[in-house]
């Protein structure tokens, strides 16, 4: 039943885009700070994307913003016509990553790291066919390998006023730790999440979640449930990959969190005062933490990851 469930998130994970992330290099939310018994500190923290200028490469069809590789980031705009349009994205660790390109400014991150990128456009001819519209490569030095995974971007898509990231900040209220804000916001996901069968079964190429309407009806499948769960901790200041790749034989999203302490815990994780467990917050709701499904997620060799955003 998982696998069925899961399976029809590949076609959808591969094209999504983020709309409108455009002004404001930095900026803090107008959610007045949590008040809790955490010595933490929970106000949040949100991290915008701009295309200043400074670096643009372009043509009749696209413009680059390269301005800000330093953060992890690039912004590209389709300037053309044609209603059907791919970017295609590879970086140094030669993974390409394919994208849908809408009107307006959209955010891509560069999660392969430093070094040299190719960024590709191209246009629908007809079916299955495309033709290049822009080829660009760019040199990227990012200052801190965390960063593309604190801003937010087209799975991961918030802003200051993001109703998840006040909610992010309510359960780190009375956190002491950035490991306590991890737990308490697996615990809320875990325990009053469920899985969408329906939508799992319908839904269509290029779907990306909204955070917000996912955490107000408490449904969703497991790429909803990893971008409320990286909204969340990633306007708390902890930086937070959304992963894609296989559980198994299943097509799965989750995630993986980065500590000063730890450096990356790769799938999220409990700690139950003696060791780190592996915790995929969809099997674990979906399950009801059942031992069998709680052994699966604690063994690593079951997770083979093939995206991070």
Request: charged fraction near 15%.
């Amino acid at each position: 039943m998982v696998q069925k469930t899961c399976r029809f998130l590949a076609a959808a994970l591969l094209c999504c885009v983020l709309a409108g992330c455009q002004s404001a290099a930095q900026s803090q939310s107008a959610a007045q700070p949590q008040q809790g018994s955490g010595s933490r500190g929970s106000e949040p923290f949100v991290l915008t994307p701009t295309a200043d200028g400074a670096v643009v490469y372009q043509n009749d069809q696209v413009i680059l913003d390269a301005s800000h590789t330093d953060q992890g980031y690039i912004m590209v705009q389709y300037t053309g016509q044609n209603p059907k349009v791919k970017l295609q994205l590879s970086g140094p660790n030669q993974v390409t990553y394919t994208y849908t390109l809408h009107s307006g400014w959209e955010v891509f991150p560069l999660t392969s790291g430093s070094g040299e990128y190719q960024c590709n456009v191209f246009e629908q001819i007809a079916g299955t066919e495309y033709a290049y519209a822009f080829s660009q490569t760019f040199s990227a030095a990012i200052s801190d390998e965390t960063l593309p995974y604190l801003y937010p971007n087209q799975y991961v898509n918030f802003s200051a006023d993001s109703k998840t990231v006040a909610e992010g900040a309510k359960l780190a209220a009375y956190a002491d730790t950035d490991l306590d804000v991890v737990a308490a916001v697996y615990e809320e996901i875990v325990g009053s999440f469920t899985y969408d069968y329906d939508k799992a079964e319908t839904v269509e190429s290029g779907y990306l979640p909204n955070v917000d309407a996912i955490l107000e009806s408490r449904t969703g499948i497991c790429f909803d449930y990893a971008a409320v769960m990286a909204t969340m901790l990633r306007t708390q200041g902890i930086p937070t990959r959304l992963d894609v790749g296989w559980a198994g034989d299943i097509y799965h999203a989750w995630v993986s969190v980065y500590t000063p302490e730890t450096g990356w815990i790769e799938g999220i994780i409990e700690f139950d005062g003696k060791q780190w467990k592996r915790m995929d917050p969809t099997f674990a709701s979906n399950e009801n933490q059942s031992s069998k499904i709680m052994q699966f997620i604690n063994d690593d060799s079951n997770y083979t990851v093939k995206y991070t955003y």
